[in-house]
């Protein structure tokens, strides 16, 4: 059993900008696994960080612990124009997870954001919350552990799922819907599918594409995620989720890729590419006992150590094969010892 001091010293991990960014990390999602009003009050505390890509991943825990105490920080983030559209979308999103109908009118209101991720996601949320009200029930348990955004349409044929994924002219809640039954269906059709909608006209669709990929897993969608986090143009968003998903598929391709982005000048672009390549090197040489490898600077490699202690106090269950870096914990549940 966990004590509230030890949460509150994990907490402490999490608030300390001085800590490298995959210890606080690791403290984050621990205590996301152990929930309950401290873990939630500590996560709060954080969103006055200076990293968008920690705050983006603040309110994703919260919405994936759907814990009711979390709705007043994340409605104070959702109306907070100084904090980053990526940082507001998500906690838009996590309302929609935690499935509070009393948050309506308010997402209603931000579904007219100028800010256009932030007005999709509420969007998004309104319909979420509506279907839940018209279904009565949550949709059925995701084979990936995760609260969607949108339930999964019924539909099974690869091909017609692909078309509805694709089409501009339907809702955005629709397109969803497609997506994340493709996701659930898995095998390379549906993988390379949704690397099609990398080419949406929706940052915030193609950064869920992103997302997606990532939780699958599956190379085939290589060339294309690795496209994406290559094109300046493409928004930096989109290029986060891609470098993540990278990540997870951890092929020696992806971690070049990753290495050559890590000082990328976006911050959150570097701060991912350098997450997930910490992570990746923890789950699988790290454990191993082989020595970090020499592109590390030595900053880096202090964040690497200072995750690796995280981690021996936190311990993850690992998946069968070959470990999955930074997914392997964004989207597998874990807890402390």
Known sequence: MVTEEQVSAIGRTLLDAAQPLPARFRALFTLRNLGGPAAVACIGRAFGDGSALLKHELAYCLGQMRDEAAIPVLLSVLRDTRQEPMVRHEAGEALGAIGNPEVLDVLKQ???????????TCQLAVKRLE??????????????????????AEETDVAKLREALLDEGRPLFDRYRAMFALRNLGGQDAVLALADGLQAGSALFRHEIGYVLGQMQ??????????????????????????????????????????????????????????????????????????????????????RRAAAAACCQHPAPKSPGCARGWEEIKHRPWAPA
Request: one cysteine or more; proline letters at 9%.
């Open 110 to 120: 931000y579904s007219e954001d100028p800010v256009v991720e932030v007005a999709e």
């Open 131 to 152: 279907w839940l009200r018209e279904h009565g029930e949550e949709p059925g348990a995701s084979p990936y552990q995760s609260v969607d955004p949108a339930p999964p």
């Open 218 to 303: 599956d190379e085939a969608c290589v060339p294309q995620l690795t496209a994406a986090l290559r094109s300046r143009a493409e928004s930096p968003m989109v290029r986060h989720e891609c470098a993540e998903a990278l990540g997870a598929i951890a092929r020696p391709s992806c971690l070049e890729t990753l290495r050559a982005f890590a000082q990328d000048e976006e911050r959150v672009v570097r701060e991912s590419c350098e997450v997930a390549l910490d992570m990746e090197w923890h789950c699988s040489e790290g454990l191993r006992g082989e020595a970090e490898p020499a592109w590390t600077s030595p900053v880096f490699k202090q964040s």
